[in-house]
């Protein structure tokens, strides 16, 4: 019966087409799904190895709209065995540009940004709040930890997962309303978390990082699942906040666990829509001020998220040496006097009074990396948040991090 020849009070049919020219075809059968939303999304993607190559993969074939990946390290041989991006060929480049580049290969239509950085100190705060969803394909502590709390600062949900030998969880966390990675830290995982430091709170060299024995199929199965997560938030699904689903390989069983929620979490500080200022991290601090003051304030001072390493003096010889990095980019061996081999005193600053030598210091030199928000607090206490919007035209190209 076509629509002319039906009564007023008939509905017309909906018809279903399938397109088999359409690369979303199958997808958009399933009836919740939405690709028009997928193709408008933003994610971050936080490591680049076994499970970030799963990630990318399943993130690439979905279509997702834009996807920002940032990891520090190089591929290695060891890394071929488990991740389905990297070839023989790839060795010594940056994981996150061999990654991006292979997995826009398998769907053009997704824009990828590699960065080769450091979580810790290269991505501004503005990132973690200019993306829908964060999917930590970490392995250490430390960088669980600092996403956790860039999220939580942001309100962005974000999607943990972690990988040993064939067991695996999966764990996701919608702040504030959910329990956050913090909140179900124990004793010893603080202890563990401070291994990685020496007494002067500077980072052992000797550590080694990441090398955890894993096999393809539990980073397949993981990355999967992170993914699958990802879309229920992205398309207003409803997901276990503040929950982990756990995977034995070896007995073949899941199962689910609710993470504790501590109101005393130092992890639960959401900041306020920060300011929008045409400043970059290339600025002084200085200039920084001048943009912030009101009228009538009185001396202002810029609270660093990251500790500064100013310099480390010798006490045997007094050497003083400038290092002007974060303290977790600051080793041990950085802190040996070169004159009498002594162990420095590192000097630490958390905050940059106006006036001081430091405040005409570059934000970049004081390590505020690009896109960031930062605390300006006036001389009564008051607190306000910048967005360096100025950087901003540098988020397509990942601020040249993968130069």
Known sequence: ???????????????????????????????????????????LVVGAGALGNEVLKNLALVGLGTIYVIDLDDVEASNLSRSVLFRASDGGLPKARVAARRAAEINPEVRFVPMRGDVLTDVGLGLFAEVDVVIGCLDNREARLWVNRQCWKTSTPWVDAGIQEIQGVVKVFTPPHSACYECAMTARDY???????SCPLLKRDEILEGKVPTAPTIASM???????????????????????????????????????????????????????????????????????????????HLTLDRELVEAVECPRCG???????????????????PHCREAGRPLVVSR????????????????????????????NGDARFFLLAGDRDGLASGWGLDS
């Open 191 to 197: 202890q563990l978390l401070n291994l990685r430091y």
């Open 1 to 43: 019966m076509t629509d002319r020849e039906r009564t007023d009070d008939s509905a017309p049919e909906e018809v279903l087409r399938i397109d088999d020219d359409d690369r979303y075809g199958r997808l958009r059968l399933i009836s919740w799904w939405r690709q028009e939303r997928l193709a408008a999304a933003k994610v």
């Open 352 to 379: 940059i009074d106006e006036g001081t030598p430091l405040a005409g210091r570059t934000l970049a030199e004081v390590g505020v990396p690009p896109f960031d928000v930062v605390r300006v607090d006036d001389e």
């Open 319 to 337: 050497d003083r040496r400038e290092i002007m990095r974060p303290r977790t980019r600051v080793r041990q061996a950085d802190a040996e006097c």
């Open 222 to 300: 993981m990355g999967a699942l992170q993914v699958q997560e990802t879309l229920k938030l992205l398309h207003g699904m409803p997901v276990e906040g503040g929950s982990a689903l756990v995977f034995n390989g070896v007995g073949n069983r899941f199962y689910t666990t609710k993470l504790p929620f501590r109101d005393d979490c130092l992890s639960h500080e959401t900041y306020p829509e920060p300011i929008a200022l045409p400043l970059g991290h290339k600025a002084t601090v200085a200039a920084l001020f001048e943009a912030a003051r009101r009228p009538g304030s009185g001396p202002l």
